[in-house]
């Protein structure tokens, strides 16, 4: 009974890290991109995702109770898992590793996000061009914003890998080399995004 649900939990967990949160991410990226066009480009965008309705029922159902879940299990996951990269150091032993530690980094990083952001906005602060702009004029939240951004990011594309393979998508060693490649290339498309906007909202 106890390894039914463990099993269920592990698929629960791969699924919602792609459906919903990977979405979410991909969009939030995409809304935060809106920058490079300029600060008001920024603010249309960022205005239009504020003012959708019943934005609070979306964020807490689609965002934040997925997300406290995939947190709290990957946790679990995370410090109980037995590593065996000291004596395989293959790739995805490694892969294996960084995908716990990445998760960590993420998960401290999207706590001060929100905090900085939301619970800001909750008491009356305007999520904008100039919020963000003054947050990532200090060279260390700068840093800290990168190091966490480009962890979410690893984090998601590495975990798309193995959602495909623990929900049978990618059974072959060829597939699942391919979709290897695949998701490298997805980290490198929203790194490059991510990098691409940071760097717009404080120049």
Do not use: C
Request: net charge positive; proline share 3%.
């Amino acid at each position: 009974m106890a390894g039914n649900r463990e099993f269920v939990n592990r698929r629960l967990h791969s699924l919602l890290g792609v459906i919903p949160i990977g979405l979410f991410l991909v969009q939030h990226l995409v809304v935060n991109h809106f920058i490079t066009g300029g600060p008001e480009s920024f603010n249309k965008a960022a205005g239009f995702m504020g003012n959708l309705p019943f934005r609070i029922v979306l964020e807490t159902v689609v965002i934040y109770l997925p997300i406290l879940f995939h947190a709290i299990y990957g946790l679990y996951i995370a410090f109980t898992a037995n590593s065996n990269v000291n004596r395989y150091g293959t790739y995805r032993n490694w892969m294996y590793i960084l995908q716990r530690i990445s998760g960590v980094i993420t998960l401290i990083f999207i706590a001060w996000h929100v905090w900085q952001t939301r619970v800001a906005a909750a008491f009356g602060a305007e999520v904008s061009y100039d919020m963000m702009h003054d947050i990532l004029s200090s060279p260390f939240m700068f840093v800290f914003y990168l190091v966490g951004v480009l962890s979410t990011i690893f984090h998601f594309a590495n975990g798309l890998w193995s959602f495909l393979v623990s929900w049978g998508i990618t059974v072959s060693p060829r597939s699942q080399v391919i979709s290897t490649y695949v998701t490298i290339g997805v980290f490198v498309v929203l790194a490059f995004i991510a990098v691409q906007t940071l760097v717009a909202f404080v120049s």
